[in-house]
């Protein structure tokens, strides 16, 4: 089995990622204006003491995590970590975000939680 085989089991194991660059389908929402950012690019803006941390949430049949952080006045960075570990990050609106938020409250299947990105 060579590396593209197992990156593509990864992805058939995992159940809700995706490859096209978008938020998973475990998700109770979707944004019209996310973009994928780099592990890098997401880690460091997560990690600046500009960025506020406005919550976090776990799903409760799996282990998928998302934490949602202000980075700028009109900026949001959300950090899914996978029932794996692997980090996403995004980059999205705030003002997109508002509406998907209420969805997250809104779905039983996702509870908040204290957990953060690291």
Same mark, same amino acid.
């Given at each position: 089995m060579n590396a593209s085989d197992r990156r593509g089991m990864a992805t058939r194991d995992a159940g809700n990622e995706t490859d096209d660059g978008s938020l998973p389908h475990v998700l109770p929402f979707s944004l019209a204006h996310e973009t994928r950012l780099s592990w890098e690019l997401g880690s460091r803006? @997560?990690?600046?003491?500009?960025?506020t941390h406005r919550g976090a949430w776990t799903h =409760?049949? =799996?282990?998928?995590?998302? =934490?949602?952080?202000?980075?700028? $006045? $009109?900026?949001? @960075?959300?950090? @899914?970590?996978?029932? @794996?570990?692997?980090?996403?990050f995004f980059g999205a609106p705030r003002m997109d975000l508002e509406p998907a938020l209420s969805a997250l409250e809104d779905a039983p299947e996702w509870q908040s939680t204290n957990e953060v990105c690291e």
């Open positions: 803006t @997560v990690e600046d003491d500009r960025a =409760s049949r =799996s282990q998928w995590t998302l =934490s949602v952080y202000d980075a700028t $006045s $009109s900026t949001a @960075v959300l950090c @899914v970590r996978t029932p @794996v570990g692997r980090e996403r």
